[in-house]
């Protein structure tokens, strides 16, 4: 063979090899799945056309890099489901990963999901977490409005309750209904306030006394919570 012709075949050769190697290359990708059902989330880890699917680690950190929560190589040795590809020659599988973690300790904002396999190097997905949904009795005070008037005004710590509609009921001593009020929420992370000046709901001719009243509030999704509070106006 001439030596032009040898340079050819070697060249065309190494672009072959170039070429199946960046194409296996390509063929490798990582996917990310993420569901949060109330406070419990599951993350899963797809790893398409890997060749090699022992040996995972990972773990959850902040955004600053404090770790959330960890899983070890021994609780992720071996994928929870492979499926095999058309090319078992070569050892190529669809491998699945499956973590799951509760949020509730988890205050809102950025969390990185970082994943390490021995053979498939690593991997990240960012968490956006925005909190739970949570209504909150906070505190009550008086307040003087423009108009003079002064009314007892109750604040609600909220998180997450976009369109939902917060219900509030107010009961004396004998436990009868005395005041009610429903109201869609924006969804602000400020408090949710309302204003009562003391008189029942209703054409009654009698404010009521001041004295220990019950306050019962709920959301859409929430349950009801109750809290005693003295009405000073």
Request: charged content about 20%; glycine content about 6%.
């Amino acid at each position: 063979m001439k030596r032009y012709e040898k340079i050819t075949v070697l060249s065309l050769l190494l672009l072959f090899v170039c070429a199946i190697t960046a194409w296996a290359a390509m063929q490798h990708k990582v996917n990310f799945k993420y569901r949060l059902r109330g406070l419990n989330a599951t993350l899963q880890e797809q790893h398409i056309n890997d060749r090699y699917c022992d040996g995972h680690y990972a773990k959850l950190v902040n955004s600053k890099n404090k770790t959330i929560f960890n899983w070890p190589v021994s609780l992720h040795y071996k994928p929870h489901k492979i499926i095999h590809g058309d090319k078992k020659y070569d050892g190529a599988t669809t491998s699945y990963w499956n973590y799951k973690f509760n949020t509730y300790n988890m205050a809102p904002g950025k969390y990185i999901f970082r994943t390490h396999c021995y053979y498939g190097g690593n991997s990240s997905y960012v968490i956006n977490y925005k909190g739970q949904s949570y209504l909150k009795y906070r505190t009550s005070k008086i307040i003087r409005q423009n108009n003079g008037d002064l009314v007892q005004r109750f604040y609600l710590s909220r998180n997450r309750m976009n369109n939902k509609v917060i219900h509030v009921q107010i009961f004396n001593s004998n436990n009868k209904l005395v005041y009610s009020l429903n109201r869609k929420s924006n969804n602000s992370t400020q408090d949710f306030t309302f204003n009562w000046n003391g008189w029942p709901s209703g054409t009654s001719a009698n404010k009521c006394p001041k004295g220990v009243y019950t306050l019962k509030y709920w959301a859409d999704g929430i349950n009801p919570k109750v809290v005693k509070f003295r009405l000073a106006i």
